[in-house]
């Protein structure tokens, strides 16, 4: 009995930290120094994180309702979700923009490298900050819902990235993603789990099953069909592209709400 708490009790830490690390790398929420941290795994609760950013913003929108503009306060949620981030992905979706703007697909990656915007990046985050706050607008009920499920389903995205497609930088930033992930099949567990919330939510009556339906196929249709159309561009993935896969997963999944509000 007391070897099986400890392994329950060791196993509880180690995912702690994993959830940490996550944290850290994902977004800019500040941790206690003597927090334990562990990265290599990172990329197997990312939706998990998704969750967590997506329920934060859902309060701030809360807060916002009592008194600011619905407009306003959906461009306010935008930034704060950016804020957050610290803009990881949005600068992914930028790089990769730049990248597929390249006539010569030799270039793209060098390209991605560079730090400075170029303007097929900038028209990429202007895209995707507008197309976020329209959709948000435009979703006048279950809006914690929308946020929600929007940043759980990018993150899976990200996660269908990593394990179906190879990495093309081994030595970039995001190649210990593809070791934690090294097959798509480490993904569909949170597919499965991100649609049993959805059905629960259903059952509850805390939305209508239209909006489940929809969110489960815009959120597994858009990211297999970005994470394939960028793999079939650049012959693979790389940080920035995981960025991307986020980015216009989020947008495809509020928008396909929006047209069914």
Known sequence: MGQWIQTVVRFGQSQWALLNGALLFYTCVPLPERWPVEFSQIARVVPLVG????????????????????????ALIVLIGVWLTGGLHLDGAMDTADGLAVQEPQRR????????AGAFGVMAAIAILLLKTAALTAIAHDRWFALMVAAAWGRWG????IGCYQYLKP??????HKQAMPSYRY???????????????????????????????????SA??????????????TGDTYGAVVEWVEVAVLVSLACAS
């Open 171 to 176: 030595t970039g930033k995001g190649a210990f």
């Open 187 to 221: 993904a569909l567990p949170w597919a499965g789990g991100l649609s049993l919330l959805t059905m629960l939510s259903v059952t509850l009556k805390l939305i209508p099953w239209s909006s489940g339906l929809i969110t489960a196929i815009a959120g597994l249709g």
């Open 224 to 237: 297999s069909l970005v994470a394939n159309w960028l793999n079939r561009k650049l012959g693979g993935h």
């Open 109 to 116: 990656l060098a390209v991605m490298a560079d730090s400075n």
């Open 51 to 74: 969750l967590g950013l997506g329920g934060c913003l859902a309060g701030v929108d809360a807060v916002l309702s009592l008194g600011v503009p619905i407009f306003l306060r959906s």
């Open 158 to 161: 990200q996660q269908w990235a």
